[in-house]
């Protein structure tokens, strides 16, 4: 089983610019997809991006697409979320969860067992 750690979260001004970091530690990393997710206040944790292990598929929910970039660096065990043009709405603790590697990416929920304990991204109008 993979653990997997964040960090980089914080407060930022609508506009601004955050970069996620995700740590895999066990199992084997190249094997997974790997995933972000984020829960805002009173709602559901919704999927936010995916990466294939090889890194050549990517999935983005259609509130982040043009503005988060999801990536992997396999040497580092490591997946990133670049966040660009933040807005308040993306406000939430985010996630970093892992899979089993498999086309098409999963992105919803309950087909990720392994996560990690979450980082929280506020943004401030």
């Known amino acids: 089983q993979v653990q997997l750690v964040e960090s980089g979260g914080g407060s930022v001004q609508a506009g601004g610019s955050l970069r996620l970091s995700c740590a895999a530690s066990?199992?084997?990393?190249?094997?997974?997809?790997m995933a972000w997710f984020r829960q805002g206040p009173g709602q559901e944790r919704e999927s936010v991006a995916a990466?294939?292990?090889?890194?050549?598929?990517?999935y983005y929910a259609d509130s982040v697409k043009g503005r988060f970039t999801i990536s992997r660096d396999i040497v580092k065990r490591t997946v990133y979320l670049q966040m660009n043009s933040l807005k308040p709405e993306d406000t939430a603790v985010y996630y970093c969860?892992?899979?089993?590697?498999?086309?098409?990416?999963?992105?919803?929920?309950?087909?990720?067992?392994?996560w990690g304990q979450g980082t929280q991204v506020t943004v401030s109008s």
């Open positions: 969860a892992a899979t089993r590697d498999r086309l098409p990416l999963p992105y919803t929920r309950d087909e990720y067992p392994s």
């Open positions: 066990g199992g084997t990393f190249r094997s997974y997809v």
């Open positions: 990466i294939s292990w090889s890194g050549g598929t990517n």
